[in-house]
């Protein structure tokens, strides 16, 4: 007996080395957690400068850029032409469409309450995950995916006074491109590290983003405060790409799952950021929908597995 309990403990050596990397992953991720809830915020700041569609060109420029620069000088050679169209899926998904809808939105939509609406991005990432991947989730995951939707769905329609605006739409479909992004993203991360992908992804942009900057900015104003400057430079370095550096390495060291937990709190921190830096007032309704959403995500992060 004793021979075989010994034979089936993990070395104390091993354990050690487990707790060494999940360690600095749980912080990694929570950098990057941190990193995302701020892109709401850095977004209304960055239109009090730019307009919208100049706003998204040019972050996709810089952010394309430090990509470019980072898989240069790390000498990291392009990928398989077989991955190209789901980077390209991740490109317009992420890196374009998501970024473009949330921006329009902002301009009329708090960043509370837009908060709040994505906060079902990794609901509708699992959904897409579902369809794509083929897998069968339980009915208790249905069941709390259907009701941290409905949750949003009847805040929305509260705040907006019995109907939806144009603000809300552009939210809703930024969910549907952004999680298809996310779940392609996750595929390619499976053969390629994940900073890679969305590295790749950025790469992929410039060819459209360059002529869409140089465009929108002769059509709109710039206004260059350092509320504008700030809230560009974290958007296209913060969020597009060192968050997800971040995010990406924390994840492959903790695994999915315990990453999933801290990205909970990011609609949270999210209400968070928008009364210390922008000065909102929230309504009741915001952080009780904020945390319902939560409870709907981590019963369905519990029921996949």
Known sequence: MRAESSATAAPPIAVSRERERIGPGVAQAALGVVAFS???PATAWGLEGFGPWSLVAV????????AGAVLLALRVPPPARRHWPGLAVVAAG???GFPLLTTLALRTSTTAHAAV??????????LFSALRVGT???RTFWAAALAGAAAV??????????????ADAYLFAALLVCAAGYTEGGRLARVMPGWQVIGWALVLCLPVAVPAAAF???QEPVRLTAHSVTGLLWVAAGSQFLGLVFWYRGMAAIGIPKASQLQLAQPLLTLVWSVLLLGEHLTVAAPLTAAAV????????RARG
């Open 38 to 40: 701020l892109t709401f």
């Open 59 to 66: 972050r996709s420029v810089l952010a394309a850029v430090i």
């Open 94 to 96: 992420v890196v374009l």
């Open 117 to 126: 609406v994505v906060g079902l991005l990794p609901l509708t990432t699992a």
């Open 136 to 138: 069968r989730p339980s």
């Open 153 to 166: 769905l009847a805040f929305t329609v509260q705040q907006s006074g019995g109907a939806l605006t144009s």
């Open 216 to 218: 929108a900015l002769a």
């Open 294 to 301: 939560l409870v709907c995500i981590a019963v369905t992060q």
